[in-house]
């Protein structure tokens, strides 16, 4: 079946625009799960979303960073204001269940460039 | 103190070689424990699960010591294929919702 897909794959914009990056999940999958990775580093964990419950915002670095789920589906992160440090790979990940226990699918992620 | 502790490496050896990576984690209540494979610009894929009694899948071998809150992670018989990134992750109690990933230890298989 399909796996999480994320678009685009590769985004570049200008220093202080606003991006929108999309995750679709693997259908049926509850848990939904925005990090970042930067360059040479390790998964910064950034949102949770899980069914009808508030989203575990925790990890978001600014309020510049937002994220939405809509349907319990699709997910939009979106990124204002953009900054040169805001430049990494955005993976998405799915997962069954929000226990731990359940392996978390991750989509190819996408590389967006501040400039 | 860094949550999830890993040595990045490289570790290069030759192929048919035993390689053994550890990972040490600060909060003694966690309670899931992963190794996570990343190749070069992929996502993480799951390797496999840690129990605390220890488990094997072929070539990989994952061990759990909570008295020393380390996770161990050896691969017997090398193939130039294992050349990846070996990401520790730990869930921890009370957080179901979050992993928390070391930042890797690479691994470079030659012939």
């Known amino acids: 079946g399909a796996g999480v897909s994320q678009s685009p794959s590769n985004k570049v914009t200008e220093k202080g625009k606003d991006v929108e990056l999309r995750c679709d999940p693997i259908s049926g999958h509850t848990a939904l799960y925005w990090y970042r990775q930067r360059l040479g580093q390790g998964l910064e964990f950034l949102i949770y979303f899980q069914g009808n419950s508030a989203p575990d915002k925790s990890g978001l670095p600014s309020d510049r960073f937002s994220a939405e789920r809509t349907g319990g589906s699709v997910s939009t992160l979106t990124i204002q204001r953009t900054q040169q440090e805001d430049s990494a790979v955005y993976l998405c990940a799915s997962s069954l269940s929000p226990s731990g226990s359940y392996e978390q699918y991750f989509g190819p992620g996408t590389r967006l460039t501040v400039t | 103190r860094k949550e999830v502790e890993q040595d990045p490496g490289p570790f290069n050896v030759p192929e048919g070689a035993t390689v053994a990576f550890n990972c040490t984690y600060s909060n003694s209540a966690s309670q899931s424990f992963f190794w996570y494979r990343q190749d070069c610009r992929k996502e993480p894929k799951l390797l496999m699960s840690v129990y605390s009694s220890g488990n094997e899948d072929g070539r990989f071998t994952a061990q759990l010591n909570r008295a020393s809150q380390y996770i161990s992670l050896l691969i017997r018989d090398s193939k130039l294929s294992d050349s990846a990134t070996y990401l520790c992750?730990?869930?921890?109690?009370?957080?179901?919702?979050?992993?928390?990933f070391g930042t890797g230890t690479r691994l470079q298989v030659t012939l």
């Open positions: 992750v730990v869930n921890n109690a009370g957080t179901a919702s979050k992993l928390t």
